[in-house]
């Protein structure tokens, strides 16, 4: 039986790959399947049981029944989890790329940072890819961008849909309570809250109900997820400060956090099959996703 040359590559981390020979399909052979071959040397080869997905670069899966192109040759396994390798590439047809601006005057931003946020320009329907002061590089895509485009990408999206900082005020600030001393006392930042989360849900006209909302609600998040207690030192834009309601007297609650698990439930959802789908308006699922993002 004659064999092709495949290189594999572990997904998860894809400093590791190997090189197999894969026998191809003799006439006839109904129950063949590249899938499956390619699977049992990556098992073996990464002693790892539990891969069972392959994918091709760029996000889409490989299917039972699936026969490789010849110009294919690498793939990469998964114990299940979504694609984390390059985006299927979806440059313009003609040619054009999205305007590319960097808001980073002071902060250090890395060079590996503006090559994804260039590749963002690249992809069909973006007209401007900006990056922020915080832009730095993620596995697929920069972390720390606002894009224009005709449509939607929900891996650019990404996981924690909502992610961002709010400010709310608490009131004036005591004379005997500093921020530290109140800081002090906020504990259990990581646990569930323990509250009516079904009347909290309905207070602010939330109807949909998910299996995240009792675990999730009340919880900040890892990573550069934070709760902090602030005072105001100085005003150095009064008018602004006096538009938004800042005072120099008061305290105030920053909050860094984003939409959990759910977030990352929907992204799964919609990767499934293409690493980095573009979702126009014309799109049957354009409405859908646009439903559950405002939701998360």
């Given at each position: 039986m004659p064999n092709r040359r495949i290189t594999i590559v572990l997904n998860a981390n894809q400093t590791k790959r190997i090189t197999v020979l894969i026998p191809l399909p003799s006439a006839g052979d109904a129950s063949y399947s590249m899938k499956e071959h390619i699977l049992t040397h990556a098992r073996n080869k990464f002693h790892n049981k539990y891969l069972c997905k392959v994918f091709l670069w760029g996000g889409e899966e490989v299917l039972d029944d699936d026969i490789l192109s010849e110009k294919e040759?690498?793939?990469?396994?998964?114990?299940?989890?979504?694609?984390?390798?390059?985006?299927?590439?979806?440059?313009?047809?003609?040619?054009?790329?999205?305007?590319?601006?960097?808001?980073?005057?002071?902060?250090?931003?890395?060079?590996?940072?503006?090559?994804?946020?260039?590749?963002?320009?690249?992809?069909?329907?973006?007209?401007?890819?900006?990056?922020?002061?915080?832009?730095?590089?993620?596995?697929?895509?920069?972390?720390?961008?606002?894009?224009?485009?005709?449509?939607?990408?929900?891996?650019?999206?990404?996981?924690?849909?909502?992610?961002?900082?709010?400010?709310?005020?608490?009131?004036?600030?005591?004379?005997?309570?500093?921020?530290?001393?109140?800081?002090?006392?906020?504990?259990?930042?990581?646990?569930?809250?323990?509250?009516?989360?079904?009347?909290?849900?309905?207070?602010?006209?939330?109807?949909?109900?998910?299996?995240?909302?009792?675990?999730?609600?009340?919880?900040?998040?890892?990573?550069?997820?934070?709760?902090?207690?602030?005072?105001?030192e100085t005003i150095v834009d009064a008018e602004a400060c006096e538009s938004l309601g800042i005072e120099e007297d008061n305290l105030y609650l920053l909050v860094h956090t984003g939409s959990r698990g759910l977030g990352a439930s929907i992204l799964r959802h919609y990767t499934r099959s293409d690493g980095n789908p573009y979702i126009t308006s014309t799109h049957p699922e354009y409405r859908n996703y646009l439903d559950k993002h405002d939701h998360a």
């Open positions: 040759e690498e793939v990469l396994v998964s114990k299940g989890e979504a694609y984390i390798g390059p985006p299927k590439t979806r440059t313009r047809q003609n040619g054009v790329t999205g305007q590319v601006t960097v808001l980073a005057n002071e902060s250090f931003v890395h060079e590996d940072a503006i090559k994804q946020l260039n590749a963002v320009a690249e992809l069909e329907g973006v007209h401007a890819a900006v990056g922020m002061p915080d832009l730095h590089k993620g596995d697929r895509f920069p972390i720390g961008c606002a894009i224009v485009a005709d449509g939607i990408y929900p891996a650019l999206i990404g996981s924690d849909i909502g992610c961002g900082i709010s400010l709310y005020p608490l009131g004036p600030k005591p004379s005997h309570l500093t921020p530290e001393k109140l800081a002090s006392r906020l504990k259990r930042l990581d646990e569930p809250w323990d509250g009516d989360v079904k009347a909290w849900l309905k207070l602010y006209d939330i109807e949909s109900e998910t299996e995240f909302d009792a675990s999730s609600l009340g919880t900040v998040g890892a990573g550069n997820h934070f709760a902090e207690v602030l005072s105001v």
